[in-house]
């Protein structure tokens, strides 16, 4: 079983079929040039399950694709790998990732030795958590739930239900105020968990951000986030809607193209897509106006792909499940407030936070939410604020979100006398807003 973590291991092969005593690990990248006619063999036993996991390697003509395992041997190309004698040293020098607590993995890179034909993928289990909207300070409150109380009831409740998860899927809005603390307090809470999740933005979140603190994160600064990661037969893929200064999501070409080209290469076996943005209407007036705008496009894909199961969406604050071009999408509660289903405009509901559970067997997948058993925090109705750059553009001062966020990060733009950069400052009536000379006073939101 592998999973997708960050810690990078070392990992030596010391024969043709010596033991290798590392952790559990997954990777997209290539396990080269075995010996002619032989075929590598990964064999790993997942502690929570007690099940073993095979995968096969390659049939050695060249390089050739290892799903979801992979071993770059620099060393084996340069002519120290497992020889005749099968006992030189090779040295994983690339990128290896495994899980908290899992197992010894062996390898074998000896004599051809063929898979038995039928074979089952192993059970795999995928938590989702979505929506956290950590504030900077850890008592902060949002709605007058404090989020960071409220995602470590849930990740308590999370971990006594499933304790060694393979992956785990966080779906955006992280860091309400788009803070490296609030990252950093994210970090925290996931303790050794973070080594096992998967992280795609929301509109509420900052990709430098969230790259400074969890380095597994591909990529550089602003540039939109991806996972693409195998588990068991499947692959899991995360796509980034956030749209800078705006509360509704897209995917960019980019975005798309990745998906494309990686469904292609998947060729059919089945698959998995998260993001942030719900991809189609989920009966709220006022949240299908803040969906994906470009879900057609996603739409028109799909269909060329059959392999994707299911979508798995965060954003919207509950649980719900809909179609798009004939596949499942389902949404998870958020670990903060929730959402009222089917209100014309923003009403929170009283069911208590959790998350979502997704469990692979064979090629067929299952899927249910779980909650704390009470509500332990109330959403005041009364708060009323506005964000910052969502003021900005309300009153005219700027033209796109866009705009405010720059303007804001900048230092441009003074709240009650001091600058303020974050652009998801909540205001209150009596607040007042300067920007180049002109004051803006907050009456209402
Ligand atoms: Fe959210
Ligand atoms: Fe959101």
């Known amino acids: 079983m592998r999973c997708p973590a960050a810690r990078p291991l070392s990992l030596s092969v010391l024969g043709s079929s010596s033991l290798v005593s590392a952790r559990l690990f997954r990777t997209d990248l290539f396990f080269r040039d075995l010996a002619p006619a032989s075929t590598g063999l990964v064999l790993a ?35 120290e790998g497992p020889s005749a004698a099968g ?35 192993p059970m795999a289990t995928i938590l989702q958590i979505s929506d956290l909207h950590l504030l900077s300070q850890p008592q902060g409150t949002l709605k007058g739930v404090p989020t960071s109380a409220s995602l470590a009831l849930v990740l308590q409740r999370a971990r006594d239900a499933y304790p060694d998860p393979d992956c785990i899927v966080l779906t955006g809005d992280l860091s309400h105020e788009e803070t490296v603390a609030g990252y950093e307090l994210l970090k925290w809470h996931l303790g050794d968990w973070g080594e096992r999740c998967l992280l795609i933005p929301g509109n509420h979140d900052n990709r430098t951000g969230l790259r400074e ?72 007036t006022w949240l299908d106006k803040i969906g994906l705008q470009n879900a057609p496009l996603l739409e028109a894909l799909l269909p060329r792909h059959a392999g994707v199961r299911g979508l798995f969406c965060g954003h919207i604050h509950q649980v719900f499940e809909g179609q798009l071009a004939g596949v499942p999408f389902y949404s998870a509660p958020a670990t903060a407030i929730q959402f009222l289903p089917g209100s014309e405009t923003v009403q929170f509901d009283l069911q208590p936070p959790g998350f979502r559970v997704i469990e692979l067997d064979g090629d067929q997948f299952s899927t249910a939410t779980v909650r704390l058993d009470h509500m332990p925090f109330t959403p005041l109705h009364d708060e009323v604020t506005i964000k910052l750059d969502q003021f900005l553009k309300l009153t005219g001062a700027v033209d796109t979100g866009g705009q405010a966020k720059l303007l804001i990060q900048g230092g441009e733009v003074r709240v009650n006398d001091e600058v303020e950069t974050r652009r998801g400052r909540k205001l209150k009536p009596g607040d007042v807003v300067e920007l180049d000379g002109e004051s803006f006073a907050v009456d209402s939101a």
Not at 71 to 78: G, K, N, P, R, T
Request: net charge positive.
């Open 45 to 79: 036993n997942h502690p929570a399950c007690d099940r073993r996991f095979e995968q096969q390697a390659t049939r050695c003509k060249g390089r050739k694709r290892l799903r979801g395992n992979a071993l770059d041997h620099q060393a084996w190309q340069s002519g």
């Open 87 to 121: 006992v030189k040293a090779v040295r994983v020098c690339t990128k290896i990732w495994g899980p908290h607590g899992a197992s010894a993995t062996t390898l074998h890179g000896g004599p051809h030795r063929e898979l038995p034909p039928e074979r089952k993928s």
């Open 213 to 284: 603190v969890f380095r597994q994160v591909p990529g550089m600064s602003d540039e939109p986030i991806w996972f693409q990661s195998e588990l068991g037969d499947w692959l899991l893929l995360g796509l980034d809607t956030h749209v800078p200064g705006e509360v509704y999501g897209e995917l960019s070409a980019q975005s798309l193209n990745r998906l494309e080209t990686a469904l292609t290469e998947n060729g059919g076996r089945p698959a998995l897509v998260f993001m942030h943005h719900h991809p189609g209407p989920v009966g709220s």
